[in-house]
């Protein structure tokens, strides 16, 4: 039975770790590996790690420290960043990640979803989509940290997507990155319609309120967010947190 979700998004550049706004702006908060064994302690449902400079520079996702923060975490593992075809994907797999992210690679060759569905299933295929809202309410697609428009009907890419394979669907607004004034919930609301398999939403959780609420009116749903778990206070301390376990059993609590 599928059940809703709290993840944690790193973001690494130049294997360090970073939080950014809006995609760009980012500060440095840490090394990822020693974040990865806090939230272990702190027992996660699953971790999400995105190498953000990987595809934007043409880089081969970084295998060695892949497999580094794989053989260190004791939940589930997705990775993102510079996966452009299947035998890469596999690799990462191979590592002991349980899902890899596409993203440019999936909206330039969504074959590549179905290609590697096939050998390793669905479950461990996701694919994440970057928006932003338009003026008159529907939202474009971006990839490449938010710099490269791409022409295609979010919402038809989705129905692609889900018939070529993806196990999830995640979908991050680009403008409430970093913000912390909450999820974008009339784009959820659309979503939850539309979307026929696991569904994440990410971008602007500022509170334990924030993912509540989503998880109470949309649940089965994965709540992930970056910057609510790793500041702390209304000065942004860097602090790696996540809800303790009274604190999970309220947010799935109605």
């Given at each position: 039975?599928?059940?809703s ?95 890899v992210?596409l ?48 022409d ?5 890419f ?18 409430l ?48 967010a ?7 206070g ?21």
């Amino acid at each position: 039975m599928l059940r809703s979700r709290v993840i944690p998004v790193l973001l690494v550049r130049d294997k360090g770790l970073v939080k950014t706004t809006k995609f760009s702006d980012d500060k440095y908060v840490g090394d990822p590996l020693n974040a990865v064994r806090i939230f272990n302690e702190k027992e996660a449902d699953e971790l999400t790690i995105f190498d953000i400079d990987a595809t934007v520079h043409g880089n081969e996702p970084d295998y060695k420290t892949i497999e580094n923060w794989a053989a260190e975490c004791r939940m589930p593992l997705c990775y993102g960043g510079g996966i452009k075809t299947a035998e890469q994907a596999l690799k990462i797999l191979s590592l002991g990640v349980e899902k890899v992210a596409l993203s440019a690679a999936a909206i330039n060759n969504p074959q590549l979803i179905k290609v590697i569905a096939q050998q390793v299933g669905n479950q461990s295929v996701v694919v994440v989509l970057d928006v932003k809202k338009k003026l008159f309410g529907s939202y474009k697609v971006y990839t490449h940290n938010g710099k490269k428009a791409v022409d295609i009907d979010l919402f038809d890419f989705i129905k692609t997507v889900e018939s070529l394979g993806a196990g999830e669907i995640v979908i991050n607004n680009i403008d409430l990155d970093g913000s912390m004034k909450g999820y974008d919930l009339s784009l959820l609301k659309k979503l939850k319609a539309a979307v026929s398999i696991p569904l994440t939403i990410c971008g602007g959780a500022g509170s334990h309120s924030d993912l509540k609420h989503v998880i109470s009116t949309y649940s089965p749903i994965g709540v992930a967010a970056g910057s609510l778990f790793v500041f702390k206070g209304k000065y942004r301390a860097v602090l790696i947190n996540y809800p303790n376990s009274s604190e999970k059993n309220s947010l799935f609590s109605n």
